[in-house]
């Protein structure tokens, strides 16, 4: 079946400092693969995606390249802010068996300070 | 962006009684929608999906008459507590599967926060 591994958190950085949070996959065929953040006491949000090999998401200075030869979705921030501070979840959807679940890692918690 | 609306956003109750939480779509329309509940510092464990005008499908594990999911119509889905105990706390959210061009995606509501005291 599909599955999710990230990097265990929290992660705790100072404030410009380079973000990354690796994410692999194991799923059958071409999945879709996205990053979600969760503000404390709120739902998810979808921060990025991408649904095919080489494609890169990007949003609020976060990007996320799709790795089919490593079957990787990392998501890196040159330069993270205070306001980033929240848990970012890896997930993926994919076309078969599925339908239009997800299904998600188990969050990474980042920690940013002055 | 489509919009789905969860309420309430946090809701204390007594063991034994049952809470109701509502998941909405506000402007599009959602033949499917998926519960998950959380735990603290874990991810999202997918608890059944809700079917306009058929049963849900649970996963696993979940107790159907513990957890009752009632999607009335194509833009409301509820799940129903019963007889809540204080291992039911947890955080529960709903999900709307994006339509069109926007079917890669799912969007969420804004979780409520169950707490049985």
């Known amino acids: 079946g599909n599955s999710v591994t990230q990097m265990e958190g929290p992660v705790t950085l100072s404030e410009e400092a380079f973000l990354t949070i690796n994410c692999t996959y194991t799923?059958?065929?071409?999945?879709?693969l996205f990053w979600y953040v969760q503000y404390p006491g709120e739902g998810l949000q979808l921060l990025l995606k991408a649904t095919k090999a080489d494609d890169k998401g990007s949003n609020k200075g976060f990007e996320a390249t799709y790795r089919k030869e490593t079957t990787s979705f990392h998501l890196e921030k040159g330069s993270v802010q205070v306001s980033d501070s929240a848990v970012y979840f890896c997930?993926?959807?994919?076309?078969?068996?599925?339908?239009?679940?997800?299904?998600f890692g188990t969050g990474t918690q980042l920690k940013v300070e002055l | 962006g489509a919009v789905v609306s969860q309420h309430p956003s946090w809701v204390i109750c007594k063991s034994g009684t049952s809470v109701k939480i509502e998941c909405r779509s506000l402007d599009f329309q959602a033949t499917t929608m998926f519960w998950y509940r959380q735990f603290p510092k874990q991810s999202l464990m997918l608890m059944a999906t809700s079917n306009e005008g058929s049963k849900a499908t649970y996963e696993q594990g979940v107790e159907k008459d513990k957890f009752l999911i009632n999607h009335a119509s194509l833009t409301l889905s509820t799940l129903t507590v019963t007889s809540a105990h204080p291992e039911d706390s947890s955080f529960y959210i709903c999900?709307?599967?994006?339509?069109?061009?926007?079917?890669?995606?799912?969007?969420f509501g804004q979780g409520t926060r169950l707490t049985v005291v």
């Open positions: 997930a993926l959807k994919g076309l078969t068996g599925g339908g239009n679940k997800l299904t």
């Open positions: 999900s709307a599967p994006g339509q069109g061009s926007m079917n890669t995606e799912a969007f």
């Open positions: 799923a059958t065929g071409y999945p879709s």
